[in-house]
């Protein structure tokens, strides 16, 4: 009895401990003197104060941002109104539809970079801020259909038919009984397009332009010179600010829970 | 009335000069490649501003550059043979020598090679090889001269190589004493049976960051380019450069202006304003690739200067080669090389 | 077998929107580019154009050739694995993760994804680092006397299954976890209530309800996988060749876009003719449980 209520809490932190092992690493090297970070040589602030002058990373840093806070936002509402669409409506080329969210997930990178390129210059479209924007929210929308899809099919079909019945119109259908159980999946797929956003390179590289650079292009970009620890700064200070905001979070829903009992 | 208007005619031309003094280049390159104070200087000395953009690779730059049709870059960094590949293509407009009061700087041995004769399309910024590397403290010190002595049966699953069909079949070609830019489907064929006995002793291929698996102590001898074997001894003293007896592989990374760059005139004061020895000088100092500038060099410290590894003596030029194009050739060397990965 | 829920358009404009939307976005931005592959597939290469006139299939007689084969299996079974070990690792998790309240389910679930939100590159490179030669690992193993001297982790098969679990690892749990959140306690108390044994009710009841929740995070984890090299390449050192390396390679390398978009293409084929012939034989053998429509129809 006890090992099996001790099982679970173990499970939990052994995957927590693997997820975060890498991450650690990372931290620990960017107070390293050394560089290349297989050696500790002692302390150092020096990464920070090099991060701290180098406008180009942090500008590339703050792209990556608002590009991926942008496109997960948008692509989870248009991939909601996907999913809606392809869940309860009938439609000529449904079919279709549904085949191309897989056809996009399917497509590796450099296909779909080149094409997106392609189809931008055809539509006289600014390579940056615009254009990449289009091609993040597109390559996230399968994942975010396919999260609230899947939600969608677990939801109890006899609850709209009740609520239709009673003469709900389809508007207030799904704004008062289907996005409501929504909310864990719309989660998720938030989180998944944000993370994918701010990871991709292949696309990125090919539909930016000039003027609107972006954190991963350039870390890549670093190989030739040997990557700098100043990503490792970038990593420790994007954990800190998560884990600081989500004991924040934590805190607050439960004062809120207090409250409420 | 007069006086006002006198005012804001020198005012607005004064504006309209400001505004013309203020023109851009826009660079695509290599992250870090060019160091920071090296781009504000520029800036604050010409007025005019510098847009830095970066790729990953030498094929994602000319892809880009393909599909745009040469636009919206107006200085580009190709290694080697892209010169030649994106010059034939006409993706790359000539260069005005008479704008470069600092080309003769330039150290001729460097000038002049088969991928841009008479540097009509290209001026060499940093330039490099790759060779063998080894860990001293594993292999006996001058045990390894040859490309061939990677062959030697006893480094069974030990060895990294890049990845890079042109660098992996120059060795070959090398030892079976080809030139390293053949085009001869036979020399090719011959060179692809003996990368085929190589295999066996290969570990690793990795062209992102050579120097890691040796510093990891994961892999202790193969090939490595010359600035990552520099950067590796920092930590690792007892890392080992070599230039292969039977000829290393060169390659420069040259500045060249895209044909469809709309600012000519700014990107060839850029390129001068790079020529200029203490510029290359520091250059070649905090990036850790040799300069091709004779005048820089001479300001660089004893140390480095005499640093075999980035600076390697005049001997070894006789028997190096630099990557040039091969032409539809490529498509065999590929072939090939798909055959060597899958094992067929 | 029950139908779509049956729609008597109530408010035609909005569900008109909502089509044209979706039809649109998808027509632009997805159909007229993979046309243009598609299209692609059948001219003749060419390197300063990319592709020109006349038409012809060679780019698909060459895919014939063993090698290739050899290249797609690759590629298939370490998606398949990776996939596997996502399901068998992550299914549990998210379970647990479900149960703990709103709270906690929330927190947790969003600190698992933090450390994705660092830069693959960087992230590969730590797991380098953890299982090279002198890597934490082996350390960890020679500390506990289990081994004498380090055994060589990186550049093998499992670190490379390992180091594609670790990335694709939240885009299985976070659609589990949703579909986890739908599932009725009370049935499961009914359940209890009624005599079935602990692996009755996981069986009978928690796998057919969280189906839709496990097929999404299978197709998130494997579909993408099919086409990834880059983790593959850096943890297991080049060696193999796979279908993204190939498919990269014809359109940076080679400049063949023909048989890169003939690759694409069949890569393509290939998946749906797998799905279609799981969804069918699933639908076979389990006439209920949501497992008909791997394919939204």
């Known amino acids: 009895m006890r090992i099996s209520r001790s099982l679970p809490p173990l499970y939990i932190g052994l995957i927590f401990t693997l997820l975060y092992l890498p991450i650690t690493l990372l931290v620990i090297?960017?107070?390293?003197i050394s560089k290349y970070g297989y050696v500790w040589q002692g302390f150092t602030w020096k990464w920070y104060d090099k991060l701290w002058h180098n406008t180009a990373l942090k500008d590339a840093f703050l792209h990556s941002l608002s590009i991926a806070f942008t496109a997960a936002t948008l692509a989870t509402l248009l991939g909601l109104l996907m999913a809606?669409?392809?869940?309860?409506?009938?439609?000529?080329?449904?079919?279709?539809?549904?085949?191309?969210?897989?056809?996009?997930m399917l497509s590796p990178d450099i296909v779909l970079a080149i094409t997106f390129l392609i189809v931008f210059m055809a539509l006289g479209l600014q390579l940056g801020f615009w254009s990449l924007l289009i091609s993040h929210i597109t390559f996230c929308l399968p994942f975010v259909v396919i999260t609230v899809y899947a939600q969608l099919k677990g939801l109890d079909r006899n609850l709209l038919e009740a609520a239709q019945d009673l003469g709900a119109g389809e508007r207030s259908l799904v704004r008062l009984i289907i996005?409501?159980?929504?909310?864990?999946?719309?989660?998720?797929?938030?989180?998944?397009s944000f993370t994918l956003s701010l990871d991709d390179v292949i696309i990125s590289s090919f539909v930016t332009g000039p003027g609107y650079e972006i954190l991963p292009i350039r870390v890549f970009s670093m190989v030739k010179v040997g990557v700098s620890p100043e990503v490792n700064v970038i990593a420790t200070l994007l954990l800190a600010i998560s884990l600081v905001s989500a004991m924040l979070i934590a805190l607050l829903l439960h004062r809120k829970k207090d409250e409420k009992t | 009335m007069k006086k006002r208007n006198l005012l804001l005619a020198s005012l607005l031309t004064a504006l309209s000069t400001a505004a013309l003094a203020e023109g851009k280049v826009v660079v695509y390159n290599w992250s870090e490649y060019i160091p920071d104070g090296v781009l504000k200087q520029f800036t604050e000395e010409t007025g005019i501003k510098v847009e830095y953009s970066t790729y990953e690779s030498n094929e994602v730059m000319y892809a880009k550059l393909q599909l745009q049709k040469g636009k919206g870059y107006d200085i580009i960094v190709p290694s080697t043979y892209y010169i030649a590949k994106m010059s034939q293509?006409?993706?790359l407009k000539p260069i005005d020598r008479k704008q470069l009061t600092h080309f003769k700087n330039l150290n001729n041995s460097l000038l002049n090679k088969p991928y841009d004769p008479g540097n009509q399309y290209s001026v060499p910024y940093l330039w490099g090889s790759t060779g063998i590397a080894y860990n001293a403290d594993v292999i006996p010190e001058g045990s390894i001269t040859r490309w061939a002595d990677l062959w030697d049966p006893k480094w069974k699953g030990q060895l990294l190589l890049t990845d890079d069909v042109r660098e992996v079949f120059h060795m070959a070609l090398k030892i079976n004493g080809h030139s390293a830019n053949s085009s001869d489907p036979k020399e090719i064929g011959q060179a692809y049976e003996k990368l085929k006995t190589l295999m066996p002793n290969v570990l690793v291929f990795n062209s992102d960051a050579p120097r890691e698996p040796y510093m990891a102590g994961d892999v202790n001898l193969g090939m490595i380019w010359n600035g990552e074997a520099v950067m590796a001894q920092q930590e690792m003293p007892n890392i080992r450069y070599v230039y292969p007896e039977e000829g290393t592989i060169f390659w420069v990374d040259s500045f060249a202006i895209p044909s469809g760059s709309e600012n000519t005139a700014e990107a060839h004061k850029f390129i001068d304003f790079m020529l200029r020895p203490e510029i290359a000088k520091q250059c070649s100092q905090e990036v850790g690739y040799a300069t091709p500038n004779r005048a820089g060099m001479k300001l660089l410290d004893e140390k480095t200067r005499n640093n075999k590894t980035i600076f390697p003596d005049s001997s070894v030029f006789e028997t190096g080669e630099f990557q040039s194009s091969v032409g539809d050739a490529l498509k065999l060397y590929n072939d090939y090389w798909e055959k060597l990965k899958t094992g067929h | 077998m029950l139908r779509t829920a049956c729609v008597h358009l109530r408010s035609p404009l909005f569900s008109r929107t909502l089509i044209a939307i979706t039809l649109s976005w998808l027509g632009i931005f997805v159909l007229t580019p993979h046309l243009l592959v598609m299209m692609t597939s059948v001219l003749t290469p060419d390197t300063t154009n990319f592709a020109v006139w006349p038409l012809t299939f060679e780019a698909y007689t060459r895919l014939w050739e063993p090698l290739y084969a050899t290249v797609f299996l690759d590629s298939l079974y370490l998606s398949v694995t990776a996939t596997l070990f996502c399901l068998l690792l992550g299914y549990p998790f998210a379970y647990l993760l479900s149960r703990l309240g709103p709270v906690w389910r929330n927190v947790l679930l969003f600190l698992m994804i933090v450390p994705f939100w660092t830069n693959s590159l960087i992230r590969t490179y730590a797991l380098k680092l953890l299982m090279g030669n002198r890597g934490l690992f082996n350390d960890l193993l020679m500390g506990l006397g289990l081994i004498d001297s380090p055994i060589q982790m990186l550049y093998s098969g499992f670190a490379v299954t390992f180091g594609l679990v670790y990335i694709l690892f939240p885009f299985m749990v976070l659609p589990l976890i949703s579909s986890f959140?739908?599932?009725?306690k009370t049935l499961l108390?009914?359940?209890r209530d009624l005599g079935a044994s602990a692996a009755q009710r996981f069986w009978r009841i928690i796998v057919p309800l969280t189906m839709p929740g496990i097929i999404?995070?299978?197709?998130?984890?494997?579909?993408?996988a099919m086409g990834m090299f880059y983790v593959a390449d850096l943890l297991g050192g080049a060696r193999n060749l796979l279908l993204g390396n190939l498919i990269k390679n014809q359109f940076l390398v080679m400049r063949d876009w023909p048989f890169g978009s003939a690759l694409s293409v069949t890569l393509i084929l290939m998946m749906f003719l797998m799905l279609a012939v799981y969804a069918r034989a699933n639908r076979r053998i389990q006439r209920k449980g949501g497992l008909d429509d791997a394919n939204f129809a």
């Open chain 3, 189 to 191: 108390e009914a359940a």
């Open chain 3, 181 to 184: 959140d739908n599932l009725d």
């Open chain 2, 89 to 91: 293509e006409g993706l």
């Open chain 1, 29 to 32: 090297n960017s107070f390293n």
């Open chain 3, 216 to 224: 999404a995070g299978c197709l998130i984890v494997f579909l993408p």
């Open chain 1, 179 to 192: 996005l409501p159980v929504l909310r864990p999946a719309l989660g998720a797929s938030w989180l998944l």
């Open chain 1, 84 to 104: 809606l669409a392809l869940y309860r409506y009938r439609f000529p080329f449904k079919r279709t539809a549904s085949a191309l969210l897989f056809i996009l």
